[in-house]
């Protein structure tokens, strides 16, 4: 053997020594930090499932929404949510997601209110996230949902009821459990025969020509 290979021998000896003999846990503390309260996970334990839970308690109505949506909402997505410039309408039935254009709106697309309401008390109005009030959120919830022909106007939104909401698109989703989630992904000769139409550097030429 040679003296490279004692060495080496040696030297894994004293490492697995060394492993044997340190403690199961370390206790070392570096002096920072501290346990998360239940305060401080509050405030970011706000998500709403589809199934209404995290909800927190409160209602609203399209008639106590509107003047709240007027002011917090219109400028970016139109007074009945038609949308406004390069902001998204939030107005459509399923209908338009076959047409030519399809657009992906709350009234089309979207199949729990739940996630309405969710991402409006998240991220919404644009700049000032989180600076509404739950009873604010599902008054803006029951406008938008009412101008969509959803709910009634005068129709009243709360923790109990809001997962009840039957959504136009609803039944275009499938809830994936269990042995379902998993897919085989392809990794190679997925497809038949690959064709290359263009090149980038070809299409980049033709475009400087005109």
């Known amino acids: 053997m040679s003296r490279w290979a004692s060495a080496a021998l040696v030297a894994a000896a004293l490492w697995l020594a060394g492993c044997n003999n340190a403690p199961a846990e370390s206790t070392a503390s570096y002096g920072f930090g501290h346990p998360v309260t239940p305060t401080e996970l509050g405030t970011w334990d706000i998500d709403v499932g589809p199934d209404g839970v995290g909800l ?6 399209a008639e106590l ?7 917090q909402c219109a400028a970016c997505h139109g007074e009945f949510a038609e949308g406004r410039g390069r902001f998204p309408s ?11 254009r399809p657009s992906k709106t709350v ?9 309405l309401w969710d991402y409006i008390y998240r991220a919404m109005p644009l700049g000032n996230a989180q600076s509404l009030t ?6 803006i919830t029951a406008y938008i949902l009412a101008m969509n022909d959803i709910i009634g106007y005068e129709e009243e939104l709360n923790a109990e009821n809001l997962a009840q909401v039957q959504m136009p698109n609803r039944d275009g ?3 994936a459990t269990g042995s ?3 897919v085989e992904a392809c990794m190679r000769d997925c497809v038949d025969a690959v064709e290359v139409t263009s090149r980038a550097t070809e299409s980049a030429i033709s475009q400087t020509d005109e």
Do not use: C, K, Q, R
């Not at 929404?65 to 002011?71: F, H, K, N, Q, R």
């Not at 739950?134 to 008054?139: H, T």
């Open 107 to 115: 009234g089309s697309y979207w199949p729990h209110a739940t996630t």
């Open 173 to 175: 989703f499938v809830t």
């Open 134 to 139: 739950p009873d604010e959120v599902y008054g």
């Open 56 to 61: 927190p308690p409160g209602s609203g109505t």
């Open 180 to 182: 379902d989630i998993h």
């Open 90 to 100: 939030l107005i459509g039935s399923p209908e338009v997601l076959t047409s030519d």
């Open 65 to 71: 929404g509107e003047p709240v949506y007027l002011a």
